[in-house]
Structure formats: structure tokens, C-alpha cells
């Protein structure tokens, strides 16, 4: 019996070896064609000498041609086959680059300003990361590459500010230092692209997929990313100053330290997201979901949170002095040592919320419910609780000093009647 054991394990052992030395060669052989091919690009010299000439080769075969430090401003290379040409730090301004094909052109410190590059391609179908298209601090400023195909490029300190780049495909490509401010975006495909450093102040983000993208310390005051989306990106000390994000999925994302002050993230979805010590301070929350997010130590100083949905949301440490949270949806949500001074949570569901040590100084929970909330050592001194319901609340050692709203003496869970300080607003 173990001997059969013994030779089934060796012979799948085997035909498992066999198969992976198979995907290997086929690897190698598939590795070996594609270099061949690179190789064997050879530019038909009649096409080169007549873009030379006269800097109209629209259709030329100019494949694996070196046009290095080139002067071919304002040239008509509509369809031209450029594949594996060399034109690093060429002058490309201006130039007409249609539906041309660049697939591992090294297009490094090119000068592309102003350039036509609309349905270009820049990378194999299925974008093979193995062969991504140079364009190393490449300028493409104010260049037009809409629905142009850069998947897996490498744009790494490129210059694209003032770019129009509606539609096109930069899944998966690397943008570290890129420069895009005030970019046209909308619709661009940046899945799993690298954006670390990037500066797309005043971009146009409309509807652009950056899901898993990678866009930590990424300059993104002022852009415009309505309905993006951001699902699982890492946006961690990014600045998103004054940004529009109204209705842009960001559930999951990561944005600890981002600088979200003045953001409009109106009826924005951030459920699961990590906002730890980020700076939300007046930013516009209305209707947004935020449940199970981490806000933690977050600063929300008169943000308005106004019928959101902050359900088993943490945000201990939070600063909300000022906020407004009006309808707001935050059951079981933790609020321990959080501040509320000021705040408005009038008509707010904080059933089973956990509330201790807060500090909700002139708080306004007029209507709120309070339904086997913690409210142990908090401190409502002047807060407003009319029409509160605080049925199996516990507000042990908490602080009631002036409370206002309250017609009848309050229970806390263990059955105790705490000491209500009285103040001649205390019944109106």
C-alpha cells in the first residue's frame, strides 16, 4: 500500500515537473520571438530620408529607426510604424502621430508638447508589463491622447499638464512624479496605475477608474473626481484639498494623513476605508456612507456629516467640535473621547453608540436616540436633549450640569438616578 502511495506521489511529482519545464520553454520561446521581432524591425530608408526631407511620412515603415535628438517638429507620421524606434529626446512638438503605432519606442526626454497621438499605441494588446512603452520624463503637455492605448507605460517624471487624455487606457501604468495638472482625465482607465508623488492639481478626474491605484503623497487639490473610482486605492498623505468627490467610491481605500479639508464628498461611498489622523476639517459629507471606516484621531472641525451613515464606524479621538451631523446614522458607532462641543446631532441615531468620556459641551441632541447608548463619563454640560429617547442608556458619571430638555429625571442602566444640575433653561 505505501509503495502505491509512493509511486502515485513520484509520478505526479513528475508530470507536475514536466508541465512547469513545458511553461518554461514556452515562456523562453515566446521571450526569444518577441526579441526576434524586435531585432529583425528594419525602417525602410526611402521613408526615412523622405521624412528628413520633407517631414511628411504619414503610413512610413520606420520601425526600429534611430530618430534620436530628431528635429521633427510639426511632422505628419499619421499611422507610421515606429515600433522599437529610438526617439529619446527627439523634438516631436506638434507632430501629427494618429493611430501610429509606438509599441517599445523608447520615447524617453522626447518633446511630444502639443502632439496628436489620438488612437496611438504605445503597448501590446493585453499590455505586457514586460515591454512597457518608455516615455521617462517625456513633455506631453497639452498633447492630445485621447483613447490612445499607454496601458503599462512608463511615464515616470512625465510632464502630460493640460493633457487631453479622455478614454485612454493607463491601466497598470507607472506615473511616479508625473505632472498632470489641470489634465482632462474623464473616463481614463488608471487601475493598479502608480501615482505616488504625482501632481494633478486641478485635473479633470470625471469618472475615472482608479481602482487599487497607487496615489500616496499625489497632489489633488482642486481636481475633479465625481463619481471615480477609488475602490481599495492607496491615497494615504494625499493632498485632496477643496477636491471634488461627489459620488466617488472610495470603499476600502486607504487615505491616512490624506488633507481632505473643504472636499466635497457629497453622497460619497467610504465604507471599510482607513481615514486615521486625516484632516477632514469642513469638509462636505452629506448623505456619504462611512460605515465600518476608521476615523480615528481625524479632525472633522464643522464638517457636515448631515444624514450620513456612520454605522460601527470608529472615530475615537475624533475633533467634530462644530460638525454637524443632523439625521445622521451612527449606531453602534465608537465615539469614546471624541469632541462634540457645539456639535449638531439633533434627530441622530446613536442607538448602542459608544460615547464615554466625549465631550458634548452645548452638544444639540434635541430628537436624537440614544437607545443603550454609553454615554459613561461624558460630559453634556448646557447640551440640549429634547425629545431625546435615552431608554437603557448609561450615563453613568457622565456630566449633566445645565442640561436642557429634560421634563422628567433620567435612568442610567444600572437603575441610579444621576444628579441633574438645574439651570432656568432646563425645562423650556
Not at 44 to 59: F, M, S, W, Y
Not at 195 to 212: D, F, I, P, R, Y
Not at 389 to 417: E, M, T
Request: charged share 15%; aromatic share 2%.
Amino acid at each position: 500500500m505505501k509503495m502505491r502511495a509512493f509511486a502515485t506521489v513520484t509520478l505526479m511529482s513528475a508530470m507536475n515537473s514536466a508541465c512547469s519545464s513545458e511553461l518554461n520553454k514556452q515562456s523562453l520561446k515566446a521571450t526569444q520571438v518577441e526579441q526576434q521581432q524586435t531585432s529583425s524591425y528594419s525602417p525602410n530608408p526611402a521613408d526615412i530620408k523622405r521624412l528628413q526631407e520633407t517631414k511628411q511620412c504619414p503610413g512610413c515603415n520606420l520601425a526600429g529607426a534611430d530618430l534620436s535628438n530628431a528635429n521633427l517638429k510639426k511632422a505628419n507620421l499619421q499611422g507610421a510604424d515606429l515600433r522599437a524606434a529610438n526617439l529619446s529626446e527627439a523634438n516631436l512638438s506638434e507632430v501629427d502621430l494618429t493611430q501610429a503605432d509606438l509599441r517599445q519606442a523608447n520615447l524617453s526626454k522626447t518633446n511630444l508638447k502639443g502632439a496628436k497621438l489620438t488612437a496611438a499605441q504605445f503597448n501590446w494588446s493585453g499590455g505586457n508589463t514586460n515591454t512597457r512603452a518608455n516615455l521617462r520624463q517625456a513633455d506631453l503637455s497639452k498633447a492630445n491622447l485621447i483613447t490612445a492605448y499607454l496601458r503599462g507605460a512608463d511615464l515616470s517624471e512625465a510632464n502630460l499638464s493640460e493633457a487631453y487624455l479622455h478614454a485612454t487606457d493607463l491601466n497598470q501604468a507607472i506615473l511616479i512624479k508625473a505632472n498632470l495638472s489641470k489634465a482632462d482625465l474623464a473616463g481614463v482607465k488608471l487601475s493598479n496605475a502608480d501615482l505616488t508623488n504625482a501632481n494633478l492639481q486641478g485635473a479633470n478626474l470625471l469618472g475615472v477608474n482608479l481602482s487599487e491605484a497607487n496615489l500616496s503623497n499625489a497632489n489633488m487639490q482642486y481636481a475633479n473626481l465625481q463619481a471615480a473610482s477609488l475602490v481599495r486605492a492607496t491615497l494615504n498623505k494625499a493632498n485632496l484639498n477643496k477636491a471634488n468627490l461627489i459620488s466617488a467610491k472610495l470603499n476600502g481605500a486607504n487615505l491616512s494623513g490624506a488633507n481632505l479639508s473643504g472636499a466635497n464628498l457629497l453622497t460619497a461611498i467610504l465604507s471599510n476605508a482607513e481615514l486615521s489622523t486625516a484632516n477632514m476639517q469642513k469638509a462636505y459629507l452629506h448623505s456619504a456612507e462611512l460605515s465600518k471606516a476608521n476615523l480615528s484621531n481625524v479632525n472633522l472641525i464643522q464638517s457636515d456629516l448631515s444624514a450620513a451613515l456612520l454605522n460601527e464606524a470608529n472615530l475615537s479621538n475624533a475633533n467634530l467640535k462644530g460638525s454637524n451631523l443632523k439625521r445622521s446614522s451612527l449606531t453602534r458607532a465608537n465615539f469614546s473621547n471624541v469632541n462634540l462641543q457645539g456639535a449638531n446631532l439633533q434627530g441622530a441615531d446613536l442607538t448602542e453608540a459608544n460615547l464615554t468620556q466625549a465631550d458634548m459641551t452645548k452638544t444639540n441632541l434635541a430628537q436624537a436616540y440614544l437607545t443603550k447608548t454609553n454615554l459613561g463619563s461624558a460630559n453634556l454640560q448646557e447640551a440640549t436633549l429634547n425629545g431625546a429617547k435615552l431608554s437603557g442608556a448609561n450615563l453613568k458619571n457622565a456630566n449633566l450640569k445645565n442640561v436642557v430638555g429634560f421634563n422628567k429625571p433620567l435612568i442610567v442602566s444600572d437603575g441610579q438616578q444621576p444628579e441633574i444640575h438645574t439651570s432656568p433653561n432646563q425645562h423650556k
